[in-house]
């Protein structure tokens, strides 16, 4: 670094510029290759009739007497992951002083600007032959070695460099972007409109989920960072939206792994004269674009392979769970049962939990590991979504799935609740637990409830994460997945 930090001060005691502002491109290094790559397929053919400028960030170098070698590498778009390209100088096109600063300040990780004609080296490779080359920015920071692996905590410790040396990571960014615009493009075909609704929030609601705290100091009031973005969307419904949709960062204070990140992205979509088995396709046709946008439809994992293409499985929770246990367990089946089901097969929990949220963490455990192919697990007990709809014809469990895909919840959706009676007696005993200590447990949102009771058309609603979809297609962990994961601070 010390080297590098004396080539700039070098270069300004020039009078030159070691971050110009008035480069300009013709052409990006692409476009040099996708217009000359077939006009010049002989080695030594060359254009010298056409001019290009171009620039890039210098990942190869190796200076001979009388000629200079480099690689360019271009930023990394939808198109491609990164385009590199060859430039030469040689003494008798920049002259004996450029090609000398050439050697004297040009290291691996600079921007440089190159003005030239493109041809083929003796050897084959497309290249442009400098005229005139300039420093575009110093980099004081040598890049990791290109060819040495990084560990995962420094490539994501060190994002932007792991993007610079790695194309598995520039892909990874533009594989996201393709499912995200999939995502996108399939709601806003069927008639879903995209909205935005408010990260900071006054009463933390819409999941079960320990909330960030955080104070408004216009205010003087604290307030919480959005867990979900339910509430609000439903307000949207209520207000006449037929059909809505938000993809954004949501907010939960709790764990972090290897498939749970403090914050994420979710998606969440509603529409009216809709349920659960209309939103349920909802969330295959986005799965399924996202698909095409990846182009697999496979999926290799550990405990076998995902066919995207063969049929979503429905499995009810509990007839599910009595299978995998080999008794027959139900909304009836006391708590010391399921309490000594876990302690027998040493899975945490607490006692005290609630009969249902029992049963739900013995189905984590137990079945859900091993449903592999798409399947809406149905017919939870009502624990589970307090703002799901009772079910029609079973008492005690409520109209909501979780979509397992690769032994992993990847969705939920419902029917959702829209009384606003029922909903205020579900809000309320779930403020009495937070008030009991319950960290999880939903606020009362008064103004949720104020807008219910203007009436609300009978929907559906669905909730996917982003980062497991992305999950799903790369084989990634969700720290990968993300651009900029929140880390532990070192030291």
Request: net charge negative.
């Amino acid at each position: 670094m010390q080297v590098r930090r004396e080539k700039r001060e070098r270069i300004l005691e020039a009078g030159k510029q070691a971050y110009p502002a008035d480069l300009r491109r013709s052409h990006s290094l692409a476009q040099v290759r996708a217009t000359w790559d077939a006009q010049l397929p002989e080695p030594e053919d060359a254009d010298t009739e056409t001019e290009v400028t171009i620039g890039g960030r210098v990942v190869f170098v190796r200076n001979t007497g009388k000629l200079a070698f480099a690689t360019l590498q271009d930023g990394f778009t939808h198109a491609d992951s990164g385009e590199r390209l060859q430039v030469m100088l040689s003494l008798a096109n920049v002259g004996e002083e450029a090609l000398a600063q050439w050697k004297a300040e040009v290291d691996l990780g600079d921007f440089v600007w190159v003005r030239g004609h493109v041809e083929r080296s003796r050897r084959g490779e497309l290249s442009v032959m400098a005229h005139e080359w300039r420093m575009a920015s110093k980099s004081l920071r040598p890049l990791p070695t290109l060819h040495k692996e990084l560990s995962e905590e420094a490539r994501v410790r060190q994002r932007y460099a792991d993007l610079v040396v790695r194309p598995e990571a520039r892909d990874m960014v533009r594989t996201r972007a393709a499912i995200t615009q999939a995502v996108r493009r399939t709601l806003d075909g069927q008639g879903f409109l995209e909205v935005e609704t408010p990260t900071l929030q006054l009463v933390h609601g819409g999941a079960a989920a320990r909330p960030f705290n955080t104070h408004l100091n216009a205010f003087d009031i604290d307030m919480t960072l959005r867990i979900a973005l339910e509430l609000y969307l439903k307000r949207a419904m209520v207000g006449g939206a037929d059909r809505v949709y938000e993809m954004g960062r949501i907010f939960r204070n709790e764990g972090i792994d290897s498939s749970h990140s403090a914050e994420f992205t979710m998606l969440e979509a509603y529409m009216s004269w809709g349920d659960q088995f209309t939103i349920a396709q909802v969330i295959k046709d986005v799965i399924m674009a996202a698909a095409e946008a990846t182009g697999i439809h496979q999926v290799e994992t550990e405990a076998g392979t995902i066919d995207l293409d063969g049929e979503w499985k429905w499995l009810s929770f509990y007839p599910g769970l009595s299978e995998a246990l080999g008794e027959t367990i139900d909304v009836n089946t006391p708590a010391e049962r399921l309490v000594q089901l876990l302690e027998e097969r040493e899975i945490d929990h607490d006692p005290k939990w609630s009969a249902g949220k029992l049963a739900m963490e013995l189905f984590g455990e137990v079945v859900e590991p091993t449903l592999i192919n798409p399947t809406y697990v149905c017919d939870y007990p009502a624990i589970a979504q307090p703002l799901a709809r009772p079910h029609r014809s079973e008492p005690g469990l409520v109209e909501a799935w979780d979509l397992i895909i690769g032994g992993m919840e990847r969705g939920t959706g419902f029917t959702e609740l829209v009384d606003p009676v029922v909903q205020r007696e579900v809000l309320t005993a779930q403020s009495l637990a937070a008030a009991a200590g319950d960290p999880e447990a939903m606020q009362l949102d008064e103004d949720f409830l104020n807008a219910l009771e203007f009436g609300c058309p009978p929907m559906g609603g669905l909730g996917l994460g982003i980062d497991r979809l992305v999950m799903l297609f790369t084989g990634a962990g969700i720290r990968e997945t993300i651009l900029f994961p929140l880390l532990k601070p070192q030291g």
